[in-house]
Nanobody, 122 residues
Framework: VQLQASGGGLVQAGGSLRLSCVAS????????MGWFRQAPGNEREFVAA????????DYADSVKGRFTISRDNAKNTVYLQMSSLKPGDTAVYYC????????????????WGRGTLVTVSS
């Protein structure tokens, strides 16, 4: 099972990026999907999650109103649209499959991608 995250890069504060997560050997519509991030020296933290159908989403307070999680089950892909980026958003972003919506713990997720680095300059 592989989850491949992409779309990271260097962006100025106030800018936008869209992250994608594509799955192989895994049917994403069987899973709640989540995005997490980990900044240097910090623990991995919850960013957003989306239900299997895509109708329900959950966001960390720090990104609410700026980030949007979505999914295209036909393409086996989950997205994280990030806007109004801040230097504090700098981190490696990971997608994960298999959680329970509203439970934000990393331990609830069974499958993880390798992450994509997002760097926001001031």
């Amino acid at each position: 099972v592989q989850l491949q995250a992409s779309g990271g890069g260097l962006v100025q504060a106030g800018g936008s990026l869209r992250l994608s997560c594509v799955a192989s050997e895994l049917t994403l519509n069987d899973y709640v999907m989540g995005w997490f991030r980990q900044a240097p020296g910090n623990e991995r933290e919850f960013v957003a999650a989306i239900s299997k159908s895509g109708r329900t989403t959950d966001y960390a307070d720090s990104v609410k109103g700026r980030f949007t999680i979505s999914r295209d089950n036909a393409k086996n892909t989950v997205y994280l649209q990030m806007s109004s980026l801040k230097p504090g958003d700098t981190a490696v972003y990971y997608c994960a499959a298999g959680g329970i919506l509203w439970i934000r713990a990393t331990s609830e997720y069974d499958h993880w991608g390798r992450g994509t680095l997002v760097t926001v300059s001031s």
